[in-house]
């Protein structure tokens, strides 16, 4: 259930009052003067519906994560482990055997690759990068890409949410466009201002203990990758603005071959022993990778979407963003019965933080996504004293104190 949406207005619609989208179940207009548009609902939705779904604009694993290991398609992030690699790959253990091994999705016979090692889990994928970005990044054309990409790994720097693929294949997109300043505007509707000035805000990474790092990385994309966009736009602003654009509004993926397998065994027809047994074999897998890998099971990445880039967030979310495909189609699933007229919000934050103290959540959102958050939640909340989650609670979170530390 793809949604081909309608856009009304296409201009920039920071501050606009315009409706922006309209379409038979939601539309997108103005959230009020505080939020700029949010995403409305148009008819009543119940618990579990689908709202939308739709695929991203460009999409890209992690660095960091297909360095260790987890194998996915360039394009769409489908994993391309079979389940039984995964599982004991991610548990660290050669010895697990896999009941119904035929319901592993992954098609091996189906895998391609280019000549410089990026694999693809189908032709069409191959083909689709070839032509978007991939002829100005594969390596085999332009071996320098692989020193900036090395630089980045050494360094780490900006943390992974802007995905550094990301950026390269946003250039390279824009680049082999046939309709140059199109292909810039559309990514230029996204939010890409790293400076909140009504709020005094900075985005987190761009702060001064990694300058260093960000000059560097500004100077090799010169270097490695002098295309009309770098050169043009890719001033030390311009480039500030792009991983503004990518904190702000990528949108994280994960996708696992093993849970892929789990839903397909829940369909199974089978009695009431064999489903217990089932059950207990796959909650031990979990814990065993679990022991291994921590909380790192999916094959991650970062996209931009042209719809889910309206929702705004909430700390008392009605709908969430899932994977269902195992790739990188979105689907936006309502968490709450919601009725027309209603806004769709989500939460930016992950579980663990959005059950925080108001101050505590607040302090995240300023950081990283350089908001004051006016959710109805926060409203409500208004009067609660600012306690830090460690005065809350026993917890020990490093990011948040991190962050608060950044306040003070
Ligand atoms: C992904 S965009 C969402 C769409 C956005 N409202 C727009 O007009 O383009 C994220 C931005 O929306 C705004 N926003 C989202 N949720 C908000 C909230 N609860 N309170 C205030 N601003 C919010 C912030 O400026 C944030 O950086």
């Given at each position: 259930m793809e949604t081909d949406f309608e856009e009304i207005n296409s201009s920039s619609?920071?501050?606009?009052?315009?409706?922006?989208?309209?379409?038979?179940?939601?539309?997108?207009?103005?959230?009020?003067?505080?939020?700029?548009?949010?995403?409305?609902?148009?008819?009543?939705?119940?618990?579990g519906d689908v709202i939308f779904e739709e695929e991203p604009i460009v999409a890209a694993q992690f660095y960091w994560n297909e360095k260790y290991g987890y194998l996915a398609c360039h394009h769409c992030l489908r994993p391309m482990?079979?389940?039984?690699?995964?599982?004991?790959?991610?548990?660290?253990?050669?010895?697990?055997?896999?009941?119904?091994?035929?319901?592993?999705?992954?098609?091996?016979?189906?895998?391609?690759?280019?000549?410089?090692?990026?694999g693809f889990c189908s032709t069409s994928c191959k083909e689709l990068s070839w032509e978007q970005y991939h002829k100005c990044l594969c390596t085999l054309r332009n071996p320098s890409l692989n020193k900036l990409l090395k630089s980045w790994s050494g360094f780490?720097?900006?943390?992974?949410?802007?995905?550094?693929?990301?950026?390269?294949?946003?250039?390279?997109?824009?680049?082999?466009?046939?309709?140059?300043?199109?292909?810039?505007?559309?990514?230029?509707?996204?939010?890409?201002?790293?400076?909140?000035?009504?709020?005094?805000?900075?985005?987190?990474?761009?702060?001064?203990?990694?300058?260093e790092n960000f000059r560097i990385v500004h100077s090799l994309l010169h270097e490695v990758f002098p295309c009309k966009f770098v050169k043009e736009f890719v001033t030390e602003?311009?480039?500030?603005?792009?991983?503004?654009?990518?904190?702000?509004?990528?949108?994280?993926?994960?996708?696992?071959?093993?849970?892929?397998?789990?839903?397909?065994?829940?369909?199974?027809?089978?009695?009431?022993e064999e489903k217990s047994k089932m059950d207990i074999f796959i909650n031990k897998v979990?814990?065993?990778?679990?022991?291994?890998?921590?909380?790192?099971?999916?094959?991650?990445?970062?996209?931009?979407?042209?719809?889910?880039?309206?929702?705004?967030?909430?700390?008392?979310?009605?709908?969430?963003?899932?994977?269902?495909?195992?790739?990188?189609?979105?689907?936006?699933?309502?968490s709450k019965n919601i009725k027309a007229g209603e806004e769709i919000c989500v939460s930016y934050l992950d579980e663990c933080n959005l059950f925080r103290s108001r101050h505590s959540r607040r302090v995240i959102l300023r950081n990283h996504y350089l908001f004051e958050c006016h959710c109805e939640k926060c409203t409500e909340q208004a009067g609660d004293p600012d306690v830090t989650s460690e005065e809350e609670s026993s917890n020990e979170d490093e990011s948040i104190s991190e962050d608060e530390a950044m306040e003070s």
């Open positions: 619609h920071e501050n606009s009052t315009d409706i922006l989208i309209k379409e038979p179940s939601i539309e997108i207009r103005t959230a009020g003067a505080h939020k700029g548009v949010g995403i409305f609902a148009f008819k009543d939705f119940c618990e482990e079979s389940t039984v690699e995964n599982i004991k790959r991610l548990s660290n253990n050669e010895n697990i055997v896999l009941s119904h091994p035929n319901l592993c999705p992954t098609d091996k016979s189906k895998h391609v690759y280019c000549d410089c090692g990026v780490h720097y900006p943390p992974e949410t802007s995905s550094i693929m990301l950026l390269l294949k946003m250039i390279a997109i824009i680049e082999l466009s046939s309709n140059y300043d199109e292909a810039v505007s559309t990514f230029l509707k996204f939010q890409h201002n790293y400076v909140n000035e009504d709020e005094n805000m900075l985005m987190k990474f761009l702060g001064s203990e990694y300058a602003d311009g480039l500030r603005k792009l991983f503004a654009l990518i904190g702000r509004n990528g949108q994280g993926i994960g996708t696992s071959v093993y849970s892929e397998w789990v839903k397909k065994v829940e369909k199974l027809d089978l009695n009431e979990y814990d065993a990778m679990n022991e291994h890998v921590g909380t790192f099971l999916n094959c991650e990445g970062s996209g931009l979407y042209k719809m889910q880039k309206n929702i705004n967030h909430s700390c008392n979310p009605n709908a969430t963003v899932t994977f269902p495909h195992s790739n990188f189609t979105l689907s936006l699933i309502a």
